[in-house]
T-cell receptor, first 114, second 112 residues
Framework: EAGVAQSPRYKIIEKRQSVAFWCNPI?????LYWYQQILGQGPKLLIQ????????DSQLPKDRFSAERLKGVDSTLKIQPAKLEDSAVYLC????????????FGQGTRLTVV | AQSVTQPDIHITVSEGASLELRCNYS??????LFWYVQSPGQGLQLLLK??????LVQGIKGFEAEFKRSQSSFNLRKPSVHWSDAAEYFC??????????FGQGTTLQVKP
């Protein structure tokens, strides 16, 4: 079974530029998560989708971050404009809707803002 | 606030020694608890999970964890650590909304 695919793996941008990350979840997984993992910290949930609806985006900095999941499959996370503190690994995960279902993670996108 | 706490930021053990990584959770109704491992440059891999039933759960790579409701803990253990176990370990919990939250992680270093 194919895992969660993310691209790109690495991205370096200057502050105030924009960037987008892409995630393709495991087929059949209705729940999709985006996490931000700053070096030395645990992953912080940015947004959670169920199909193409948002379940939780309470920690998404909405003035600069946006995410969408058109058609309830692939998802993109965008940052515009980027700040130095956005440097982190952005992890995408997916799971079945079933309560307590395990989340499967992609390898992440490492973003460096200079 | 519901949270997951890992008190130890960094642990060093000798190869072959036993290991225990601590985790405390704060949401107590019906906790869905997980341990994930993250090797450098990799995504997170599930080691084990607890939903209900037997409070001692077995996972992959020889790991086990014990759920103790009275202590709000879900500590991860391994009887004999291998050098390849060096990684970052995360305890996580699913809240009632299905939101998966993580502790801050414990970095495990293994001495030869």
């Amino acid at each position: 079974e194919a895992g969660v695919a993310q691209s790109p793996r690495y991205k370096i941008i200057e502050k105030r530029q924009s960037v987008a990350f892409w995630c393709n979840p495991i087929s059949g997984h209705a729940t999709l998560y985006w996490y931000q993992q700053i070096l030395g910290q645990g992953p912080k949930l940015l947004i959670q989708f169920q199909n193409n609806g948002v379940v939780d985006d309470s920690q998404l900095p909405k003035d600069r971050f946006s995410a969408e999941r058109l058609k309830g499959v692939d998802s993109t996370l965008k940052i515009q404009p980027a700040k130095l503190e956005d440097s982190a690994v952005y992890l995408c995960a997916s799971s079945l809707i079933r309560q307590g279902a395990e989340a499967f993670f992609g390898q992440g996108t490492r973003l460096t803002v200079v | 606030a519901q949270s997951v706490t890992q008190p130890d930021i960094h642990i060093t053990v000798s190869e072959g020694a036993s290991l225990e990584l601590r985790c405390n959770y704060s949401y107590g109704a019906t906790p869905y608890l997980f341990w994930y491992v993250q090797s450098p440059g990799q995504g997170l891999q599930l080691l084990l999970k607890y939903f209900s039933g037997d409070t001692l759960v077995q996972g992959i790579k020889g790991f086990e964890a014990e759920f103790k409701r009275s202590q709000s803990s879900f500590n991860l253990r391994k009887p004999s650590v291998h050098w390849s176990d060096a990684a970052e370990y995360f305890c996580a919990q699913i809240r009632n909304t299905g939101k998966l939250i993580f502790g801050q992680g414990t970095t495990l270093q293994v001495k030869p």
